[in-house]
């Protein structure tokens, strides 16, 4: 008989091993991630070589992502992949949003290769993962507008309010906020071309009252394999996100609660695998690579800026290629 092909996503590599061997015994081929990131690039892989994949078994906690977003995104591109979530966290409210995502199993650990092979075996035979992946990949399409991170400090004498008033109406404004760190004020801007960033920067926010120092970062798009852009591609859609709409951002949910832009410098030659894994990061609500100062910028989000630092410490600053780290929380100002 044909061996069936399980991608199994936990990270922890005891159950790895426990469970491919015991797999192996009962005639399934397994495929190891130890985070979701590199099961995101198997899927990708899968896919091109069109070959056949029949159940994914992902954990809920994994280091990079969360389990249930990685759920999401898989069924969004693999809607007739069979996908059985597992945990040692246990509770109704993570069964009920596993199956609100449509997991087609739910399992608690500990829990034996039989168990596992049961849910297998009753799982409807469905239409082989590649043959569904085939349909459309990401459609990314050319980028029609250009944007620049502007960073400013501004004289103590200086109405911050004021500014940030004047400056939120201005064109080509996607974002103003208010920072603290080392900068006082943070923008992101947005034009049909890079000249006219700098006209109007030159020609507005240089003139504005109280304007000390100006740091200008246009955003690039990273270059990135191309199993890479089309695996944030999809994550893209599957998290309904639309790269450089400001729309995609809920405002309520954003004044409800802690938001900070994070500024990371990088190994350049690492770049590859840090952008991916900050991008599917759980609080970041927009990962931009820029040229300048900085060659990340990240606009974090999470329920206080405690649960924010923790991620940065427990996520994000252990990534290999990680040289520096800046966070500036973002300022309520009619709230001061």
């Not at 991608?7 to 005639?27: M, T």
């Not at 029949?54 to 069924?75: A, E, H, S, T, W």
Request: proline content about 4%; some cysteine; hydrophobic content about 40%.
């Amino acid at each position: 008989m044909n061996e069936k092909r399980v991608l199994l996503i936990d990270d922890e590599a005891s159950l790895r091993r426990s469970l491919s061997l015991g797999l192996l015994q009962k005639g399934y081929e397994t495929e190891l991630c130890e985070n979701g990131m590199t099961g995101l690039k198997a899927l990708e892989l899968f896919r091109q070589k069109k070959s056949d994949l029949n159940y994914v078994v992902i954990d809920v906690r994994l280091p990079d992502i969360d389990g249930i977003k990685l759920l999401k995104v898989i069924k969004f591109n693999y809607p007739e992949l069979p996908v059985v979530v597992i945990t040692g966290y246990g509770s109704e409210s993570t069964a009920a949003d596993a199956r609100s995502e449509k997991a087609d199993a739910y399992l608690e650990k500990p829990f034996t290769v039989d168990e596992l092979t049961k849910i297998f075996a009753e799982i409807p035979e469905k239409v082989p993962a590649t043959a569904v992946a085939e349909k459309e990949t990401a459609e990314m399409g050319e980028k029609k507008a250009v944007s620049a991170y502007v960073l400013l400090n501004f004289s103590e004498s200086a109405n911050l309010t004021d500014a940030y008033q004047e400056m939120y109406f201005m064109d080509h404004v996607l974002y103003c906020d208010a920072i603290k760190g080392d900068f006082d004020m943070a923008l992101l801007l947005q034009a049909d071309n890079l000249g006219e960033l700098h006209h109007m920067v030159d020609d507005k926010i240089k003139k504005l009252p109280g304007v000390k120092d100006i740091c200008f970062m246009p955003v690039e798009t990273p270059l990135l394999p191309e199993s890479v852009s089309n695996i944030i591609g999809t994550v893209d859609k599957a998290l309904g996100r639309e790269k450089g709409n400001p729309e995609t951002v809920s405002n309520a949910n954003f004044w409800k609660s802690a938001s900070s832009y994070v500024f990371l410098e990088i190994e350049k030659e690492k770049l590859e695998t840090i952008y991916p894994t900050l991008y599917v990061n759980e609080q970041v609500v927009s990962c931009d690579c820029a040229k300048g100062k900085y060659d990340i910028v990240l606009l974090m989000q999470g329920t206080s800026f405690a649960e924010i630092d923790r991620n940065i410490q427990n996520k994000i600053k252990p990534l290999d290629g990680v040289l520096r780290i800046k966070e500036s929380p973002i300022i309520k100002l009619f709230e001061m």
